[in-house]
Every structure is written in structure tokens, then in C-alpha cells.
């Protein structure tokens, strides 16, 4: 099962930008799913930004036109850049991969956004 590690993660303010990394610890080039998902206190984890089968990119209403996914194949890394930071953004953001009928969870990057 491949492993995948977070990092990126901060105190910002409000309008600013971060980009989250997640590192896996082999090949992404084959997936069904791959793509970030965050959990704030109290709530339920929710997807932020998904790419399904290389073809279809979803993102939560509430990040569109802000954050932007992305993978380069060739370091076996996803990434998430967030810009326009708003409090309500504030969360673990936790990295996600199905491949075949494996699933993987990264531990997760807090990301804090101060209005």
C-alpha cells in the first residue's frame, strides 16, 4: 500500500496563499482517485478537490476559482495551492489515494488562516 505524506501546511492570514505537498512513497501514475480532503473541529471530513481517473477534476464549491490540484508524476507528489485564504478554510487537510481497491490516507497538515 502506498504511503503518503502531507507537508506544507501553516499560519497564515486571511488573502494569502499556501500549497500543500503530498508525497507518496511510490508510482501515482495508475489511479482511480487521488486528491485533497480537509476536516475542521466538529465537522465531518469533506472532499476539497478530487481527480478521478486522470480525466475528471472536481472541487468543493466553496475553494473554486481558488485552489487548484495538481500532480507531477514524476516525483510521485500531489499538490494543492490555495490562494485567497479565507478563516473558513481553516483545517487538517488530509491527502487521499485509490488505487485498485486500496485505499490511503496521509496523517495530515494544519492549515490555520487568521482574519
Known amino acids: 500500500q502506498v504511503q503518503l505524506v502531507e507537508s506544507g501546511g501553516g499560519l497564515v492570514q486571511a488573502g494569502e496563499s499556501l500549497r500543500l505537498s503530498c508525497a507518496a512513497s511510490?508510482?501515482?501514475?495508475?489511479?482511480?482517485?487521488v486528491g485533497w480532503y480537509r476536516q475542521s473541529p466538529g465537522n465531518q471530513r469533506e472532499p476539497v478537490a478530487v481527480?478521478?481517473?486522470?480525466?475528471?477534476?472536481t472541487y468543493a464549491d466553496s475553494v473554486k476559482g481558488r485552489f487548484t490540484i495538481s500532480i507531477d508524476y514524476g516525483k510521485n507528489t500531489v499538490y494543492l495551492q490555495m490562494n485567497s485564504l479565507k478563516a473558513e478554510d481553516t483545517a487538517v487537510y488530509y491527502c487521499?489515494?485509490?488505487?485498485?481497491?486500496?485505499?490511503?490516507w496521509g496523517r495530515g497538515t494544519q492549515v490555520t488562516v487568521s482574519s
Open positions: 487521499y489515494l485509490l488505487r485498485g481497491r486500496a485505499t490511503s
Open positions: 481527480i478521478v481517473r486522470r480525466a475528471t477534476t
Open positions: 511510490g508510482s501515482i501514475i495508475m489511479f482511480e482517485a
